[in-house]
């Protein structure tokens, strides 16, 4: 299948500092992309979609100038954590579908580990 | 809203037991209903879906039935193997929405 890679895997950053993460599609392109966030045993929660050149869909709640992103091209998107505290310590995953069409398979990046100390 | 509840982890099993987790959602439209696996230090793969009632995904041995009257989407494999330990997330895409709603996970942890 086709592969989305992450990076970084995990992060620790200082209090007030701003933390980005990418998100890449490696063999194929990807119209839209998926930002989801995960605290400990609890379901991932999708914070935001979103599409190539257009801006960001932030779900209810989900504060969107704390949590930029960009999808600047067709196989890059960047979820950036800005002024980071440590509530936002968390498990971010990114995933990216392949067409505009309904019910085509999500592939998932390998998830960053974010700790805010 | 759209909701996925799935059976809290951590479940152990020897190998070649039976496995079961158990997955129920609710939703206002017509989901399609996936099982994710996700090993460790690896991204989320998906394992099986199904996109309509009565629909049986199957893959690796493991399957899973749409059930639209229970509104579940149950996992099971009749014999587990030490390589099929890790985290195993239910999830839906709801009718006209390409995102997923994920259950919390379960982690699974096979003993030789």
């Known amino acids: 299948g086709a592969v989305v890679s992450q990076h970084p895997s995990w992060v620790i950053c200082k209090s007030g500092t701003s933390v980005k993460i990418e998100c890449r599609s490696l063999d194929f392109q990807a119209t839209t992309m998926f930002w989801y966030r995960q605290f400990p045993k609890q379901s991932l929660m999708l914070m935001a979609t979103s599409n190539e050149g257009s801006k960001a869909t932030y779900e209810q709640g989900v504060e969107k100038d704390k949590f930029l992103i960009n999808h600047a091209s067709l196989t890059l998107s960047t979820l950036t954590v800005t002024s980071a505290h440590p509530e936002d310590s968390s498990f971010y995953i990114c995933?990216?579908?392949?067409?505009?069409?309904?019910?085509?398979?999500?592939?998932f990046g390998q998830g960053t580990r974010l700790t805010v100390v | 809203g759209d909701s996925v509840t799935q059976m809290e982890g951590p479940v152990t099993l020897s190998e070649e037991a039976f496995l079961t987790i158990n997955c129920t959602y609710t939703?206002?439209?017509?989901?399609?209903l996936f099982w994710y696996v996700q090993y460790p230090g690896e991204g989320l793969q998906l394992l099986l879906k199904?996109?309509?009632?009565?629909d049986k995904g199957s893959n690796k041995g493991f399957e899973a039935t749409y059930r639209k009257e229970t509104t579940s989407f149950h996992l099971e494999k009749g014999s587990v193997q030490v390589s099929d330990s890790a985290v195993y997330f239910c999830?839906?895409?709801?009718?006209?929405?390409?995102?997923?709603?994920f259950g919390s996970g379960t982690r699974l942890q096979v003993q030789p």
């Open positions: 995933s990216a579908t392949q067409h505009r069409a309904m019910n085509t398979e999500a592939f």
């Open positions: 939703a206002t439209g017509y989901p399609s």
């Open positions: 199904a996109t309509k009632a009565d």
């Open positions: 999830a839906l895409s709801d009718t006209g929405r390409r995102a997923l709603t």
